[in-house]
């Protein structure tokens, strides 16, 4: 069975700094997808950030990034000068294949200061 | 974009009476929904995989005749909450799948508080 794992309960980070979340994942598959999504306390669930395992070129969405490790099967997600409105759980998940049931790490809970 | 209506977003009602929560896909046909559970501070946990036109996919350990999902259409699915008690309370949210390489897209989810 698949497995998702967030080592980091909570993380803090000032405005303007980086900071990385990480991710790391068990699975059997060659190609699945893992995705990062964000939760404000509105507890919308907010993609952020998505990786086919084929593709080996790391994705990045504007100030997000991930550093995507398949033989490692690590997947971390880097937060470039962060924002008040990044302060957020974050969840890292696995998907075997396209619209498949999403598996969840433990999620990391974010807060961003000024 | 692809959008998910989950109806209602806040629901409080006595133990023991049922409860229909609504997930719509406004503006595409979702052929598998899914329904997942969130504790406080906790993590979204699968519940079922509902398919149009068939009956849902649960997962062990998550009561079938306690959770109704019906998904008769490729636009709605419903989690009937059945003779609700106190520990049913959570984060209920639902997710469709537009198919082929697409993501999922998340309703709001909807809060159930049982007295």
């Known amino acids: 069975a698949q497995t998702v794992t967030q080592s980091q309960p909570e993380m803090s980070v000032q405005e303007a700094e980086t900071v990385t979340l990480s991710c790391t994942y068990d699975t059997s598959e060659n190609n699945y997808y893992l995705f990062w999504y964000k939760q404000p306390p509105s507890r919308q669930m907010i993609l952020v950030i998505r990786?086919?395992?084929?593709?080996?070129q790391n994705a990045t969405e504007n100030r997000f990034s991930v550093n995507f490790q398949k033989a490692a099967k690590s997947f971390s997600l880097k937060i470039s000068d962060s924002q008040l409105g990044d302060t957020a759980m974050y969840f890292c998940a696995f998907a075997n294949q396209a619209g498949t049931a999403l598996i969840f790490g433990k999620g990391t809970t974010l807060s961003v200061s000024s | 974009g692809a959008v998910v209506s989950q109806h209602p977003s806040w629901v409080i009602c006595k133990s023991g009476t049922s409860v229909k929560i609504e997930c719509r896909s406004l503006?595409?046909?979702?052929?598998?929904m899914f329904w997942y559970r969130q504790f406080p501070k906790q993590s979204l946990m699968l519940m079922a995989t509902s398919n149009e036109g068939s009956k849902a996919t649960y997962e062990q350990g998550v009561e079938k005749d306690k959770f109704l999902i019906n998904h008769a259409s490729l636009t709605l699915s419903t989690l009937t909450v059945t003779s609700a008690h106190p520990e049913d309370s959570s984060f209920y949210i639902c997710s469709a799948w537009t198919g082929e390489n697409q993501p999922q897209h998340f309703g709001d989810g909807t809060r159930l508080s049982i007295l």
């Open positions: 503006d595409f046909q979702a052929t598998t």
């Open positions: 990786q086919e395992a084929y593709k080996q």
